[in-house]
Structure formats: C-alpha cells, structure tokens
C-alpha cells in the first residue's frame, strides 16, 4: 500500500508572508502526523522562502513518522542534511525565480556528479531519491547514478487542461513507474496532487508514497475556516455583558 507524505512548506508560506511566528509548520506537522500521514517533508530551499533551518531541526526532534528533505544539490544543502539526518533527501532542481519546483532534475549526463553527491548519504544509511520527469532516458540515468529512489513529477499530468493530453500524461507516468521498477528503483509521486486526480492512480501498483502538500495545505485553510470565524465571534460576543 502506498503512504501518505505530507509537505508542509505552503503552512510557513502563509507565516512568511507576515515574516512572524503563525501559523507554525513544525505544529501542522504534528497534527499531520496525528490525522495518518507517515511522514513528513520540507523543501529547504536556498532563498528559505517558506521553511527555514529551524523548522527542519524540530521536526527532526520531534516528528514521529519520518521526515523526508527536498533539496538543491549543492554543498550548502549536503552538509545541512548529513548534519540533520532525515529519513530521506530527494534531490529536485532549483531556480531562485519558480514559483514551485517546475521540472524534474536533469539526471542524464550527471550520473557521476550525482553518484558523488548521494554517497555520503548512503555511508550514513539516509535513503536517497531523485525527483524526475517520467523520461526514460532521466529514469536510466537516476538508476545509473545509484539513487534508492525517483519521485517521478505528476505535474504535467495535474495540470493538464485537455483531456486526452492529461490521458497521455498518465500514461507516460504509468510506464515510467513500471520502467524504473524494472530497474530496481522504488517509486514515489509528487507534484500537483490533490483530493481528485489522486484517483486517477487508485489502482496502479508499485508506487511507494505520494508527496502531497499544496491541495491538503489549501483544504485544510477551507476546512478550518468556519471554526476559526466561530472562535473569533464567541471572544468578540464576550465583550458585550
Ligand atoms: N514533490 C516535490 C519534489 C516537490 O517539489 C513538491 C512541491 O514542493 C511536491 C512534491 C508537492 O507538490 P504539491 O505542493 O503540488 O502537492
């Protein structure tokens, strides 16, 4: 059966755009934690837009699933992550000015550098994935380059507008998925997922953990927000005797 990863860095997107102390990514992770998730993940990212060092080492003090790092492949990050020690780092590829992480990591041609990279991580038992577009030639080259896992990226996929493209895309998905299988890599799924394309891989075997963050960020904000109104108008409703 397939695990629920939740990504929490849209909670400290919210936080960031006051630069205060609410909502607290590290406290949503809990409560994550107690709704089913197994595990965790942030994207540490180099401008720190929404996750900071901080977070990171509280969650790895305090989660009890595992906590799982998105990162650049750069020096910065590896020593951060062999200093933190999560469960997993996946490496996915970063550009200052994306909105969200937009393709998947060029592997092909980099499978010595990545080799190289991912080896002080496999000395310290931390599970290694690589962030990939359902391309062939990518899921050769991470299987070359040593990687436990890819997450292949279904963004092409959930965003698809046209139907029969969103079809072709969920092909290409399924075949990479058996592709990198046969290569003895495991596989996750991330990018775009939420409460309605997520059964469109209902009944697709092999895929070890879908990384979700914006739609159940988003829903939880829906969810939450009647609550919270409700809790303001009974503190407002107090000051009249
Ligand atoms: N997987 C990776 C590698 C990502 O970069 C992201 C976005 O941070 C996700 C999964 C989660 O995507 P979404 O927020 O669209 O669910």
Redesign the pocket.
Same mark, same amino acid.
């Given at each position: 059966m397939p695990v629920l990863v939740v990504?929490v860095? #849209?909670v400290a997107t919210i936080r960031q755009a006051r630069m205060g102390r609410e909502p607290e990514p590290v406290t949503a992770a809990h409560l994550a934690e107690l709704g089913g998730a197994q595990g965790i993940i942030v !994207?540490l990212r180099e401008d720190r837009r929404h996750i900071q060092d901080r977070a990171l080492q509280l969650l790895r003090e305090t989660l009890s699933t595992n906590l799982h790092l998105?990162m650049a492949a750069t020096r910065e990050m590896q020593d951060i992550a062999l200093r933190t020690s999560p469960h997993m780092i996946?490496l996915?590829p970063e550009k200052r000015e994306e909105l &969200? &992480?937009e393709g998947g990591l060029e592997c092909q041609g980099r499978e010595a550098f990545i080799r190289d990279y991912l080896a002080p991580f496999q000395e310290q038992n931390i599970c290694t994935s690589l962030?990939i577009d359902a391309d062939p030639h990518q899921i050769d080259a991470a299987a070359e380059s040593g990687a436990d896992y890819v997450?292949i990226h279904t963004g092409s996929f959930a965003d698809a507008k046209d139907v029969v493209i969103r079809q072709q895309e969920l092909e290409k998905i399924i075949t990479g998925i058996g592709h990198a299988r046969s290569l003895g890599l495991k596989v996750n799924l991330? !990018?775009?997922?939420n409460y309605k394309n997520i059964l469109a891989f209902a009944r697709i075997p092999d895929v070890s953990e879908y990384?979700?963050? #914006?739609?159940i960020v988003s829903r939880a904000v829906m969810v939450g927000m009647a609550r919270a109104v409700e809790q303001m108008v009974r503190i407002i409703n107090g000051f009249v005797d």
């Amino acid at each position: 059966m397939p695990v629920l990863v939740v990504n929490v860095d #849209h909670v400290a997107t919210i936080r960031q755009a006051r630069m205060g102390r609410e909502p607290e990514p590290v406290t949503a992770a809990h409560l994550a934690e107690l709704g089913g998730a197994q595990g965790i993940i942030v !994207h540490l990212r180099e401008d720190r837009r929404h996750i900071q060092d901080r977070a990171l080492q509280l969650l790895r003090e305090t989660l009890s699933t595992n906590l799982h790092l998105e990162m650049a492949a750069t020096r910065e990050m590896q020593d951060i992550a062999l200093r933190t020690s999560p469960h997993m780092i996946c490496l996915v590829p970063e550009k200052r000015e994306e909105l &969200t &992480t937009e393709g998947g990591l060029e592997c092909q041609g980099r499978e010595a550098f990545i080799r190289d990279y991912l080896a002080p991580f496999q000395e310290q038992n931390i599970c290694t994935s690589l962030f990939i577009d359902a391309d062939p030639h990518q899921i050769d080259a991470a299987a070359e380059s040593g990687a436990d896992y890819v997450e292949i990226h279904t963004g092409s996929f959930a965003d698809a507008k046209d139907v029969v493209i969103r079809q072709q895309e969920l092909e290409k998905i399924i075949t990479g998925i058996g592709h990198a299988r046969s290569l003895g890599l495991k596989v996750n799924l991330g !990018h775009g997922l939420n409460y309605k394309n997520i059964l469109a891989f209902a009944r697709i075997p092999d895929v070890s953990e879908y990384s979700i963050g #914006h739609s159940i960020v988003s829903r939880a904000v829906m969810v939450g927000m009647a609550r919270a109104v409700e809790q303001m108008v009974r503190i407002i409703n107090g000051f009249v005797d």
